[in-house]
């Protein structure tokens, strides 16, 4: 490839040639450099890609992409600035794959919760429809058929794009792929063309990243302010901020909601540990998801679908046989009749909707308990207000670590406990050992209680001090129901 034809795409400032502007790939970290390699420098969140720059061309790169030229130049080497690098890395991706994105139907979802739910659903059911598919999600890529395991919620423009050209590649027709606002902000999928964007709701979380409520709204309208005419945005009217997402959007603006009155409506008829019957569009409906968080969830998988243009009976007919999402309110039974639900859920909004729904089927019946912790090195605000939620909606809560990261486990139940009030703290115990805190969780259980293991979900590991350690809350339940036996 050659710079020189992409110069007006990336709004170039200023170009210094001292070569022929040709590059073989583009890399951003300097580790990976080689011989005629492209270097686009990326202020981030922890390090400025500028310092690396005589790291890259001592490496062999040819063209530096940078949004400020040094003062010192290789003769060799041919400089470009722009006003965002990262922008500028997102475009060049997509070029550099051959704009693999406007060759397949890219739907992106955003919003706290459900994005996982939805993409995955969306990918499985179109697979059940008959057509090819990938995904990009939280637990794992999927292309057509082959899986890999997922490091972030969206990838890195080159590997973002990476995925999309082996999914075109594949003969994939659509692609799903969860959008986070970290992405939106950083420019992960600036060069992307999308048919359709998503927003599913906005609850409090990643607080430490955008500061303030108000720069993480902006960060999700970013994206639908983003899409083209031809594109779809769909949100949720039941969520406050639903409408707000799309008032700057050109796109075709579609609404979905169960409280509210929007394009695409549906209310629950019966709903069980097993399942829910679903009333849509005067259709009455089974589906194996649970709680009226679904509920939002299978109408804005059901909407995309139809706005994707396929047909409303056979999109009913295969919703009614998707699977819940790992680690998305997953159930597990004992011998002795207790039931635990092990769910992803790690904000106060996500747990109030498992605990109320957990209440609501439960009725009263039998006690909940609950085991949750709280990430480190995250947004700090969240935790009090996620202890004071489970305290209020169970009936013994259990306190204990999640990913305690670089954190002291210790520190992070403190904040916890202060969302805990007096009376509250009467049944509320705090056990730092997570798989003691489960465990003694099931010694508390008798028959009929519901336990809900909650803030790791499909995660198979617990990080401590920067080292990843094999933990799966399902595994933990399973042989303790074991040993009850």
Known sequence: MNIKNYISEINAIESIFNNDGNFTKIEFDSRN???????????????????????????????????????????????????????????????????????????????????????????????????????????????????????????????LNKYLSEMVDSGCDYCFMEVSSHAIVQNRIAGLQFVGGVFTNLTHDHLDFHKTFKEYLKAKQQFFTSLSPKAFAITNNDDKNGQVMLQNSKAKKISYGIKTVADYRASVLESHFEGMLLQIEN?????????????????????????????????????????????????????????????????????ENVLTTINEINAGEGKVITVVGAGGNRDKTKRPEMACVAAELSDKLILTSDNPRCEDPEEILKDMLKGVNIVQQKKTIKITDRKEAIKTAVMLANKGDIILVAGKGHEKYQEINGVKHHFDDKEVLSEIFNLLQ
């Open 283 to 351: 259709k009455e409906v089974w589906t194996n998801f649970i709680g009226k968080f679904n509920v939002s969830n299978i109408l804005s998988i059901y909407s995309t679908a139809i706005e994707l243009g396929f047909e409303k009976d056979e999109v009913l007919r295969n919703i009614s046989s998707l699977k819940p999402v790992e680690g998305r309110f997953e159930t597990l039974h004992s011998n002795n009749n207790i039931t635990a639900i092990v769910d992803y859920a790690h904000t106060p909004d996500a747990l």
């Open 33 to 159: 450099v080689k011989n005629n390699d492209m270097f686009v420098a990326i202020v981030g969140s922890l390090q400025d890609g500028h310092e690396y720059i005589n790291q890259a061309i001592e490496k062999g790169a040819s063209v530096i992409i940078c949004e400020k030229i040094p003062e010192t130049l290789n003769p060799k080497v041919s400089y470009i600035s722009v006003k965002s690098s990262s922008k500028a890395l997102g475009i060049l991706a997509s070029n550099f794959y051959d704009n693999p994105s406007q060759k397949l139907k890219l739907v992106g979802v955003t919003g706290t919760n459900g994005k996982t739910t939805i993409a995955t659903s969306l990918y499985n059911l179109v697979q059940k429809l008959g057509y090819k598919a990938g995904l990009i999600s939280t637990i794992q890529v999927i292309i057509d058929n082959k899986k890999i395991e997922a490091t972030h919620t969206t990838p890195d423009q080159l590997k």
